[in-house]
């Protein structure tokens, strides 16, 4: 089965120490440690950035496209993702931000916040058709579906098939600037500011039989120290009327943005990959069929705390709250009704299951490999200690049969038999016999 | 002769937080063995109710699975009280769950139907203060 995989997530390997960390926390066993460096198994991989985050010496990172690829055209437009306006701090206001976007270079900004408030519009439409599967998960987290795609397969049919905020804003704004401006469409760049390493990802190697309407993505880490200092350097904002998003989709970066957004039901906001893995773990069981609407953040405090952002992510939601008082003291500029046929913002296709967790095609041969891998398992010490490269003994074993590893990888396995040729030289040496029967 | 893959499992008395797990492994291990995922969900909802009934009226039990290259058995019994009276058990919305049980959003009275719908061949023994076995076969194909 050929696939193209695109990873955002990839390995510095000169600062890689092959320490057991990133394969210990990987939500997906995606990542191995061989000859003393980290590997990671591209199938597997769901870019939620866990390793991104743990790694003790820098050495995961997420690729995104360095910040001149904007260059590459004559009309540039920006999506800032609104984690963006939590990473400067009071003093630094979204109208701020947005200015400096344009004074950076930027000849139009499209908030994503904007777009999320439609997308929450559509959901709710989504939401009161009776024949939806519940409990619906939200498809804004691209970790997430890539998740469910690998681990809960059962789930794909749950999964709000509603495109996402940044694909909204990008195809909304390609659209207004060629309406409004006359710009040829293959001539205006759109560009997601992005605190993930997924939604590189999305874009570059989108789910099945779609193609991403961004065309880069910049990291808020690499666009962050330019902005402050053109900010710095601003004066008073000079009252430019652009009308900015609403309360609710600035709160989308926040957990339980999206989820308080769709107002009715039963909702649940999880974020954590591995909280999220034992939420849909309940869902699977059947246990949260009284629920309506899941979402499900893979990041720590949601788009907050992904892997890209400058400032940490509890100090952001102090300041993207006190930005969500700010609007709602004012809203007296509300978010006109875009009247947006509905049918547009949905998927035109499904996401497929991807067993790549399955040993065999051949059942029969699946079962043997199955009973071979109990039975590897059950000679290792069972301490889970990492130093062979896998996350677990069972990893191991299941490396072994897959033909991907072999038993000494074992440094227990080894030791014994180190130890056994020793005793058996040993013996030669002291009896002069050569036979091996003398244990 | 094909191969097999047993497992075996303690479930505990009464306790909810953990209880379920074996269905869930048995869930893992028929992704691994590539079996098509309805027929994993079927199983483990089947399985899961039994596991669940021998926790809340079984005082706890064990589970005895065997895979083979077209099916899945699966035997969770318990040497709880039994169950009085089989075919009012088997209907839906009756339950003989405590209102501790029911408070914690169990109890609902589908268990043993939903069992039925989700498995392919369901057999249960039960005797009152002998204990209830059930037996459950999903196929594959």
């Known amino acids: 089965m050929e696939q193209y995989y695109f990873h955002s997530v990839t390995l510095d390997k000169s600062k890689c120490k092959g320490c057991t960390n990133c394969i210990k926390h990987c939500p997906t066993e995606a990542i191995r440690v061989r000859n003393g460096k980290a590997v990671i198994i591209k199938e597997r991989c769901i870019d939620c950035g866990v390793c991104i985050r743990i790694c003790p010496y820098h050495a995961k990172k997420a690729v995104t496209d360095p910040l001149d690829t904007v260059n590459n055209y004559r009309y540039k437009v920006a999506l800032p993702a609104p984690t963006l306006y939590g990473q400067f701090g009071p003093g630094f206001s979204r109208?701020?931000?947005?200015?400096?976007?344009?004074?950076?270079?930027?000849?139009?900004?499209?908030?994503?916040?904007?777009?999320?408030?439609?997308?929450?519009?559509?959901?709710?439409?989504?939401?009161?058709?009776?024949?939806?599967?519940?409990?619906?998960?939200?498809?804004?987290?691209?970790?997430?579906?890539?998740?469910?795609?690998?681990?809960?397969?059962?789930?794909?049919?749950?999964?709000?098939?509603?495109?996402?905020?940044?694909?909204?804003?990008?195809?909304?704004?390609?659209?207004?600037?060629?309406?409004?401006?006359?710009?040829?469409?293959?001539?205006?760049?759109?560009?997601?500011?992005?605190?993930?390493?997924?939604?590189?990802?999305?874009?570059?190697?989108?789910?099945?039989?779609?193609?991403?309407?961004?065309?880069?993505?910049?990291?808020?880490?690499?666009?962050?120290?330019?902005?402050?200092?053109?900010?710095?350097?601003?004066?008073?904002?000079?009252?430019?009327?652009?009308?900015?998003?609403?309360?609710?989709?600035?709160?989308?970066?926040?957990?339980?943005?999206?989820?308080?957004?769709?107002?009715?039901?039963?909702?649940?906001?999880?974020?954590?990959?591995?909280?999220?893995?034992?939420?849909?773990?309940?869902?699977?069981?059947?246990?949260?069929?009284?629920?309506?609407?899941?979402?499900?953040?893979?990041?720590?405090?949601?788009?907050?705390?992904?892997?890209?952002?400058?400032?940490?992510?509890?100090?952001?939601?102090?300041?993207?709250?006190?930005?969500?008082?700010?609007?709602?003291?004012?809203?007296?500029?509300?978010?006109?009704?875009?009247?947006?046929?509905?049918?547009?913002?949905?998927?035109?296709?499904?996401?497929?299951?991807?067993?790549?967790?399955?040993?065999?095609?051949?059942?029969?041969k699946a079962l043997e490999?199955?009973?071979?891998?109990?039975?590897?398992?059950?000679?290792?010490?069972?301490?889970?200690?990492?130093?062979?490269?896998?996350?677990?003994?069972?990893?191991?074993?299941?490396?072994?049969?897959?033909?991907?590893?072999?038993?000494?990888?074992?440094?227990?396995?080894?030791?014994?038999?180190?130890?056994?040729?020793?005793?058996?030289?040993?013996?030669?040496?002291?009896?002069?016999?050569m036979d091996d029967d003398d244990q | 002769m094909g191969s097999v893959v047993v497992r075996d499992y303690i479930i505990p008395a009464n306790d909810f937080t953990i209880a379920g797990e074996a269905s869930s492994n048995v869930r893992k291990i028929l992704s691994q063995l590539g079996v098509a995922p309805d027929i994993v969900k079927r199983t483990s909802i089947a399985m899961y109710e039994a596991e669940i009934n021998a926790v809340i009226h079984g005082n706890g039990g064990q589970a005895h699975v065997e895979i083979d290259e077209n099916k899945i058995v699966i035997t969770i019994s318990d040497q709880g009280p039994g169950i009085e009276d089989l075919e009012l058990a088997m209907q839906e919305g009756y339950s003989t769950a405590p209102d501790s049980i029911r408070e914690m959003g169990f109890g609902a009275g589908m268990g043993l139907s939903n069992m039925k719908k989700n498995s392919d061949i369901l057999d249960i023994k039960t005797a009152v203060n002998e204990g209830t076995t059930v037996l459950i076969t999903v196929f594959f194909k």
């Open chain 1, 95 to 364: 109208e701020r931000i947005v200015l400096a976007l344009k004074q950076y270079g930027f000849d139009y900004v499209f908030e994503v916040a904007r777009a999320a408030e439609i997308v929450t519009n559509a959901t709710k439409c989504y939401m009161s058709d009776k024949n939806i599967k519940k409990p619906v998960i939200s498809s804004a987290c691209p970790a997430v579906v890539r998740f469910i795609q690998i681990r809960f397969p059962n789930l794909i049919d749950n999964i709000l098939r509603i495109e996402s905020p940044m694909e909204v804003a990008a195809a909304l704004s390609r659209q207004e600037v060629n309406e409004k401006y006359g710009i040829p469409l293959n001539e205006i760049g759109v560009f997601f500011i992005s605190p993930c390493a997924a939604k590189v990802t999305s874009v570059k190697a989108p789910y099945e039989n779609r193609k991403s309407n961004v065309d880069g993505v910049l990291s808020i880490k690499d666009i962050f120290i330019p902005l402050l200092n053109i900010m710095k350097k601003q004066d008073k904002i000079t009252s430019e009327p652009f009308s900015l998003s609403s309360a609710i989709g600035v709160s989308w970066a926040m957990t339980g943005g999206e989820s308080l957004a769709v107002k009715e039901g039963r909702r649940i906001a999880v974020h954590g990959i591995h909280n999220v893995n034992d939420i849909l773990e309940e869902a699977v069981k059947g246990n949260l069929d009284s629920i309506d609407f899941i979402e499900a953040l893979a990041c720590p405090e949601g788009c907050l705390g992904g892997p890209l952002v400058v400032e940490n992510p509890f100090i952001a939601k102090v300041n993207l709250n006190n930005e969500i008082e700010k609007i709602k003291m004012n809203q007296a500029h509300s978010v006109p009704q875009r009247h947006k046929d509905m049918k547009e913002l949905e998927w035109k296709s499904t996401v497929e299951y991807r067993p790549i967790m399955k040993l065999d095609d051949d059942m029969m």
């Open chain 1, 369 to 433: 490999k199955m009973n071979m891998i109990d039975n590897i398992t059950e000679s290792f010490p069972g301490l889970d200690c990492g130093a062979c490269g896998a996350p677990s003994c069972r990893a191991l074993a299941e490396d072994i049969v897959r033909g991907n590893a072999k038993e000494t990888d074992c440094i227990f396995k080894l030791r014994e038999k180190v130890n056994s040729i020793a005793y058996q030289l040993h013996q030669i040496d002291s009896t002069g016999s």
